[in-house]
């Protein structure tokens, strides 16, 4: 079935260094892949998206380029700052159940100032 | 604002003890979800409604069941809570059209303890 794999956290950064967070994914046909943010006590919010190959999700400053060859939708942004101190989830919804979100397993991320 | 609300919050109930979680949504949105989080894991869908119809995903536990009265109201209910129900549940809802399903938006999520 369908599966995304992802970075394994936490992650630790300083503030206005570069981010990367990998993610791969595994699903037949090109599916949509997204990237979830989910703030302390909060639910998930939607970060970017790309329903095709090639295309690029941007959004407050975070960008994430869908890569059919490397099926691979990694999240990058250039400086991050102590407010992107969050968990990052990487889903995607495939052609055949559509319905429904697949996610990896999220990625803690801590900005120090 | 449009959104999706959960109550309660944080709910707690005992070992065997039936509870229900509550979801509304202003968007009105025709397709709602119920997804089931543990700590440090990802979301996992439990089931959906798409308007009245119900769709239970093939390994959710008959233990979890949910009702849809009407296009804004969701429900869950776990008719006898094991300590391994303990999760953070969390709603969303999307809009269907024309065979699409669109973005789905969460709720804050309801933090189940069982005692």
């Known amino acids: 079935g369908d599966s995304v794999t992802q970075m394994e956290g936490p992650v630790t950064l300083s503030e206005e260094a570069f981010l990367t967070i990998n993610c791969t994914y595994t699903?037949?046909?090109?599916?949509?892949l997204f990237w979830y943010v989910q703030y302390p006590g909060e639910g998930l919010q939607l970060l970017l998206k790309?329903?095709?190959?090639?295309d690029k999700g941007s959004n407050k400053g975070f960008e994430a380029t869908y890569r059919k060859e490397t099926t691979s939708f990694h999240l990058e942004k250039g400086s991050v700052q102590v407010s992107d101190s969050a968990v990052y989830f990487c889903?995607?919804?495939?052609?055949?159940?559509?319905?429904?979100?697949?996610f990896g397993q999220g990625t803690r991320l801590t900005i120090n100032p | 604002d449009a959104m999706v609300i959960q109550n309660p919050r944080y709910q707690v109930t005992q070992f065997g003890k039936p509870v229900t979680l509550s979801c509304s949504q202003t968007?009105?949105?025709?397709?709602m979800y119920w997804y089931q989080q543990k700590s440090s894991q990802a979301p996992k869908l439990l089931f959906h409604y798409y308007d009245k119809d119900f769709n239970n995903e093939a390994d959710t536990p008959d233990n979890f069941q949910s009702r849809r009265p009407n296009t804004s109201f969701c429900f869950l209910d776990i008719r006898s809570p094991g300590l391994g129900d303990a999760a953070m549940y969390l709603c969303?809802?999307?809009?269907?059209?024309?065979?699409?399903?669109?973005?789905?938006?969460f709720g804050p999520g309801t933090r189940l303890t069982v005692l």
């Open positions: 699903a037949t046909g090109y599916p949509s």
């Open positions: 790309a329903t095709k190959a090639d």
């Open positions: 889903a995607l919804r495939g052609i055949q159940g559509a319905q429904k979100l697949v």
């Open positions: 969303a809802t999307s809009s269907k059209a024309g065979g699409h399903y669109n973005e789905q938006f």
């Open positions: 968007l009105n949105h025709n397709v």
